[in-house]
Every structure is written in C-alpha cells, then in structure tokens.
C-alpha cells in the first residue's frame, strides 16, 4: 500500500512565522497535492505538483507556497503565517483513479 | 463544469439501523466514483470505488454503493452501522477537466447507542 507520512500531527505557530509542512509518500507517484480542510468548505486545493520541481496553484493558493525537490517529498510553506490559516492541512498522492492521503497536521497561528 | 453535491451536511442514525448517504455529480460523460471516510483527526481512508462494469459496488468495513447514472447519483449505504461508523464521508468524481478529482463537502454521520 501506498503510505503518505505527514511529519507532524499538530503544530501550534506564531503569527507571522515562516511555517513549513512537510509530505512524504514512499512510492513512484508523480502527483501530490495540497489540500486544507475547514468545516462546512470541504476540502480546498491550495498547490499540486505532477513532477519534480513542478508545480501548478489550486484554487487557494493565496498566501502559501510550495517545494519540491525529490519525487517523494512535497513541501508546503506558509511564509508569513497568519490566525486565518488555522486549519487541517491535508497530503495527498495519486491520480484519477484515486488518491491516498496523510493523517493531517492540524496547525493552529496564534 | 464537473461537480459533486451531498445534500446532507449531518445525518444521525441508531446503531444497528441502516444507513444511506447521498451523493449527486454533474458529468459529461461517465465519471470515476470515490467514496472517503475520514474519523476524527485522521486523513481520508477510500471506502470504494467505481470506474466501470457492475453498477453495485462492494468497498470496506460492510459499505456499498451503486451508480444510478439516470439519476447521477452515488449513494452509500450499509444494512447495520456500528458506533465505530461515526466519522465524516466524502464522495468525489473525477477526472475534471484539469485531470484531478472533485470532493463534495462531506456528510458527518453520528451513531446513537
């Protein structure tokens, strides 16, 4: 089974701070996105990447960015975190014949 | 454009009780059909899914679901739920025009004992 390790399941940050997430799936797949989840908007897509150094914006891209240098890794940064970006943050790794998600790290901006 | 609506935002049933959860799509041709679960503090978990063949599907944990195309629906449903059913259930539908798949908004089930 494919597995999506998201390295933290909380985080608690200051505003302000550069705030990085990180995502790592342990095989060949080409696609990983970026999700965050907040209640009553279902899941958003912030970035996706279908390769490395590649990337493309989601529908809420505004304020974040995103990293990826090794297939298996993707990286998502918040540079200059903000109380509205509290959410559940959610990786993903697949294609259309579906996707295989990390746990979520709910991160909390004070 | 390509879509998913589930209708009910919180559906409450008994435990033992049969479930049904339902998902409608807009979409041109046929679609590939997901069902997710997400417990509480976890990631999404696929239940099952459709591409093609048998319009009834079986997935994991006793859930089903069948494709009724004339109504563009994808509904859940389980003959006995558990306490442990109690989580939030996504359906999606993809491929949209950009090669991803759509999420509904998610319907949060809680079991009464």
């Known amino acids: 089974d494919v597995k999506v390790t998201q390295s933290s399941r909380y985080l608690v940050k200051r505003t302000g701070e550069k705030v990085f997430l990180e995502c790592v799936q342990d095989?060949?797949?080409?696609?990983m996105f970026w999700y965050r989840q907040d209640p009553g908007l279902g899941l958003r897509l912030i970035y996706f990447?279908?390769?490395?150094?590649?990337?493309e914006k989601g529908d809420i891209p505004e304020g974040y960015s995103v990293s990826r240098e090794k297939k298996e890794r993707f990286s998502l940064i918040l540079e200059s975190a903000s109380t509205n970006q509290t959410s559940m943050y959610l990786c993903?790794?697949?294609?259309?014949?579906?996707?295989?998600f990390g746990s979520g790290t709910r991160l909390t901006v004070v | 454009a390509q879509s998913v609506t589930q209708p009910d935002i919180h559906i409450t049933v008994s435990e033992g009780a049969s479930l049904e959860l339902r998902c409608n799509y807009s979409?041109?041709?046929?679609?590939?059909l997901f069902w997710y679960v997400q417990s509480p503090g976890q990631g999404l978990q696929l239940l099952l899914k459709y591409f093609s063949g048998d319009t009834l599907v079986q997935g994991i944990k006793g859930f089903e679901a069948e494709f009724k195309r004339s109504q563009s629906s994808f509904n859940l449903r389980k003959p006995s739920v558990h306490w442990s059913d109690a989580a939030e259930y996504f359906c999606?539908?993809?491929?949209?025009?950009?090669?991803?798949?759509?999420f509904g908004k998610g319907t949060r089930l809680h079991i009464l004992p």
């Open positions: 999606a539908v993809g491929p949209n025009r950009d090669d991803k798949i759509i």
């Open positions: 993903a790794t697949g294609q259309i014949y579906g996707y295989t």
């Open positions: 095989m060949d797949h080409e696609n």
């Open positions: 979409y041109g041709a046929t679609p590939y």
């Open positions: 990447s279908y390769d490395v150094k590649m990337k």
